[in-house]
């Protein structure tokens, strides 16, 4: 077995090819003067299981395109099976066709991965809404395996008179399990998005957040402005602090700074995009999925 990255997730993919006891061979992503994609693995793959480490963040859309690549030319080298370990899965939000001629990018990204030989797709937290199952729109084995428990533990174990918000109706799978595990009460707020950089929030559900250490929750950060309305009513209805936990950190357009200065006392995110924020490591949990189908040291 070898274990690979193109671009992204170098951290992750080294600590589970030491848990699985294989090499961990990073494969060249470059391009040709043109700008025309180059790859090339540095490892003999005939008749090997690869496993393709890659998180679809920084850049979705090559990351995509360069994993595509890499699942058909590792399948045409010989390679047995191909799985793919994407920590975040981008192209999940546009989910249907908000507006006529708008392309669905989540049935569109599926259908690339489901004919790119890759045999199973394993994420972590996938960005699932309208549509419901992984298994929805993947024709190949697919897995996703939740923070969740990960991120109550270190809530638990940071703060203390926590109160749970989660940002959008979206948000209620991770927030209600999570403020569940650690016993406190949460509340969902109500999402208006007026655009992809602009929305606002409102409580509907109130909740005891005076004098509380509130922590509000989400799977994805982008530009963080769902963040920041959430915490701007948190401080208006008296919050002690305000904390941030995502399990992806895309912090786009200087969303990390921009968070920052809206005035929150912590930031927080899962490690399934690299960034100075990640406080919280999947890893364990990919690799407990890992396990069930490759025994150690194989
Ligand atoms: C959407 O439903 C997600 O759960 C996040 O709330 C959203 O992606 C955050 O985007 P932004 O940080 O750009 O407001």
């Excluded at 990255?5 to 090819?17: C, V, Y």
């Excluded at 294989?22 to 693995?41: E, I, M, N, Q, W």
């Excluded at 948000?171 to 007026?194: F, M, P």
């Excluded at 602090?241 to 950190?249: D, M, R």
Aim: proline share 2%; hydrophobic share 40%.
């Amino acid at each position: 077995m070898i274990v690979t990255t193109l671009n992204n997730s170098e951290k992750i993919a080294k600590k589970i090819a030491k848990e699985f006891g294989c090499p961990y061979s990073r494969t060249k992503v470059s391009a040709f003067p043109d700008g025309d994609l180059y790859l090339k693995f540095n490892s003999e793959l005939n008749k090997e299981k690869l496993i393709i480490v890659e998180s679809f963040q920084p850049n979705s859309n090559s990351a995509l395109l360069n994993v595509i690549f890499a699942a058909k030319t590792a399948k045409d080298l010989g390679a047995k099976k191909v799985i793919l370990v994407v920590p975040y899965l981008a192209l999940l939000r546009q989910d249907k066709r908000f507006n006529s001629g708008e392309c669905i990018n989540a049935r569109i990204m599926a259908d690339l991965i489901n004919n790119s030989g890759i045999d199973k797709i394993i994420t972590v937290d996938p960005h699932l809404h309208r549509i419901e199952k992984m298994n929805d729109i993947f024709t190949i084995q697919s897995k996703n395996v939740t923070a969740n428990h990960i991120i109550a533990k270190f809530i638990k174990r940071k703060y203390r008179n926590v109160a749970v918000i989660g940002p959008d109706w979206e948000s209620y799978q991770w927030a209600d399990e999570i403020s569940k595990e650690i016993g406190v009460e949460d509340t969902v707020l109500e999402k208006t998005r007026h655009t992809s950089r602009n929305v606002d929030v409102e409580v509907t559900k109130e909740i005891n957040i005076k004098g509380k250490n509130i922590v509000i929750v989400d799977d994805i950060i982008s530009t963080g402005n769902t963040m920041i309305k959430a915490c701007q009513q948190a401080k208006k209805l008296g919050a002690k602090t305000v904390n941030a936990v995502g399990v992806h950190g895309l912090f786009v357009e200087k969303g990390y700074l921009k968070m920052k200065r809206a005035g929150f006392d912590d930031i927080v995110t899962c490690n399934t995009i690299e960034h100075e924020s990640n406080k919280i490591d999947v890893t364990e949990i990919l690799i407990e999925e890992l396990k069930k189908e490759i025994p150690k040291s194989k």
